[in-house]
């Protein structure tokens, strides 16, 4: 039996399912899987809106390590390799869950600590996750991901028409690599400037588009990219360093309170105490 909630609260419909054969009736009326008839911009504003928050409850298989077997490579089903725990992964599966390819790409989680040979050998030389194996290609890098995936499977579109919004969408996307390092850089230091100065940059940013609490408005992939770090150094700095990053932040805390009401990302979440012991153990010990 399904429930579901419709909620036009700043344009976004949640959908929660608990039998996983059913497919989002937003997904199902826009019929992705035959041509599509909308203009894009039209489909974009109607669907995004609309969004494909609602996924597929999905029950996850366990990581492959190194003693288990390849899964078919190369049979023709896209597959997208991850780790549950790796962040650049996780951009690109909330994309594919926000795109409702849940029964089209398949996700191959890896265990990173202990790798199958089999995955550098035969699926991805760089031996990193994310990639992504698709006509018989594999592709790597999250930003490049999220959007090939946008581009090149069905579902509702995650990067406006806009020329505007496209350009700031741009620019925040670039500015992804210097939110990290920024952030992480103050992780090892007493003083939190570089950390503060970040935030407030996203805080800013979220400021330009009024017509949702997304980065470009309504949700799209620019909300996708920056999500997985969020997550992790929100949960860091406020047990390490007791630092709220939502204080004197309004929209950054709006922000994260809509994210965190999207099924396709809640899916991917992981526990906030592992988050801290990883990066403890990442950026805290090594001057020991
Ligand atoms: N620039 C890459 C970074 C991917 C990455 O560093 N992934 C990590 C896991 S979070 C990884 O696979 N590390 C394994 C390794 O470096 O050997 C992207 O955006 O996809």
């Known amino acids: 039996m399904a429930t579901f909630n419709i909620s036009y609260h700043h344009s976004i419909i949640h959908y929660n399912v608990n039998n996983s054969r ?93 790798r199958p040979a089999w995955y550098k050998e035969k699926v991805y030389p760089e031996n990193k996750v994310p990639s992504l194996e698709h006509n018989n290609e594999v592709k790597g890098e999250s930003l490049d991901l999220i959007r090939y995936i946008d581009s090149n499977f069905e579902g509702p579109l995650l990067f406006p028409d806009d020329p505007a919004k496209r350009e700031f969408g741009e620019e925040l996307l670039d500015y992804t690599g210097s939110f990290y390092k920024a952030v992480t850089t103050s992780f090892k230091e007493s003083k939190m400037d570089e950390a503060v100065s970040a935030f407030d940059h996203i805080e800013t940013a979220l400021s330009k588009f009024d017509e949702g609490p997304f980065f470009l408005g309504k949700f799209s992939l620019v909300d996708v990219a920056y999500i997985p770090f969020v997550e992790r150094f929100q949960a860091f700095l406020s047990e390490v360093k007791n630092y709220d990053i939502t204080r004197g932040r309004p929209r950054g805390a709006v922000w994260i309170e809509e994210m965190n009401k999207i099924e396709a990302y809640k899916q991917t979440q992981r526990d906030p105490k592992e988050h801290v012991e990883s990066y403890r153990k990442r950026f805290l010990t090594s001057s020991l």
């Open 22 to 114: 059913h497919l989002c009736p937003i997904l199902q009326s826009l019929s992705f899987k035959k041509p599509l008839i909308f203009p894009r911009k039209k489909l974009h504003n109607r669907v995004v809106s609309a969004m494909a928050s609602g996924s597929v409850k999905e029950t996850l298989p366990p990581a492959l390590d190194s003693s288990s077997d390849p899964p078919a490579i190369f049979d023709g089903t896209p597959k997208l390799y991850i780790s549950y725990s790796c962040p650049y992964a996780q951009r690109v599966w909330i994309t594919r869950n926000c795109k409702g390819l849940q029964e089209t790409i398949k996700l191959v989680p890896i265990d990173l600590k202990n």
